[in-house]
T-cell receptor
Framework: KAGVTQTPRYLIKTRGQQVTLSCSPISGHRSVSWYQQTPGQGLQFLFEYFSETQRNKGNFPGRFSGRQFSNSRSEMNVSTLELGDSALYLC???????????????FGEGSRLTVL | QQPVQSPQAVILREGEDAVINCSSSKALYSVHWYRQKHGEAPVFLMILLKGGEQMRHEKISASFNEKKQQSSLYLTASQLSYSGTYFCAPLDRDDKIIFGKGTRLHILP
């Protein structure tokens, strides 16, 4: 069974540009969550999608957006990049979502974004 | 708000025990624990459900006190393979899984 796949693995952008990251969840998983990981801050919750609907959103500015497609694949977009957006962006999939299903999160290896 | 983990870092010798604590200001439904090794993705260890039993994963166990909104991870007779960063991730009543900042654990031979 293939795991969670994130692309690209590494990318370098300059301030002001925009970036799109992709996540393919484990087959059959309908929930996809996105986290930003920076040293010392742990994993900061960005948003969660379930069946193409955004269920929850973290405290990030509107420059951060996402979507989920009918095949459960998800993308996140960051517009007008800032230096502080440099981070590892992790995607996690799970069978269900929230209190309805307390299943584990399966993480991809992440997309490491560097903003110059 | 992020749950608070303590300590922030621990250095142990192989065979020693450790406890990692996690507390939240919000009412919790359950608590996940994950371990992340350097350069790798976080990996699920266990989940504690409200009213559930204490869980175990190898020689790692955890407890959940829903009244105090706290969870603790117990590492017994630590092994070199236990090195990494441990995260608690409670599921709160807003249906969000929010990760703590992590506890770095380093095991010395």
């Amino acid at each position: 069974k293939a795991g969670v796949t994130q692309t690209p693995r590494y990318l370098i952008k300059t301030r002001g540009q925009q970036v799109t990251l992709s996540c393919s969840p484990i087959s059959g998983h309908r929930s996809v969550s996105w986290y930003q990981q920076t040293p010392g801050q742990g994993l900061q919750f960005l948003f969660e999608y379930f069946s193409e609907t955004q269920r929850n959103k973290g405290n990030f500015p509107g420059r951060f957006s996402g979507r989920q497609f009918s095949n459960s694949r998800s993308e996140m977009n960051v517009s007008t990049l800032e230096l502080g957006d440099s981070a590892l962006y992790l995607c996690a999939s799970s069978l269900g979502t929230g209190i309805v299903s307390t299943g584990e999160l399966f993480f991809g290896e992440g997309s490491r974004l560097t903003v110059l | 708000q992020q749950p608070v983990q303590s300590p922030q870092a621990v250095i142990l010798r192989e065979g020693e025990d450790a406890v990692i604590n996690c507390s939240s200001s919000k009412a919790l439904y359950s608590v996940h624990w994950y371990r992340q090794k350097h350069g790798e993705a976080p990996v699920f260890l266990m989940i504690l459900l409200k009213g559930g039993e204490q869980m175990r994963h190898e020689k790692i166990s955890a407890s959940f006190n829903e009244k105090k909104q706290q969870s603790s991870l117990y590492l017994t007779a630590s092994q070199l393979s236990y090195s990494g960063t441990y995260f608690c991730a409670p599921l709160d009543r807003d249906d969000k899984i929010i990760f703590g900042k992590g506890t770095r654990l380093h095991i010395l031979p």
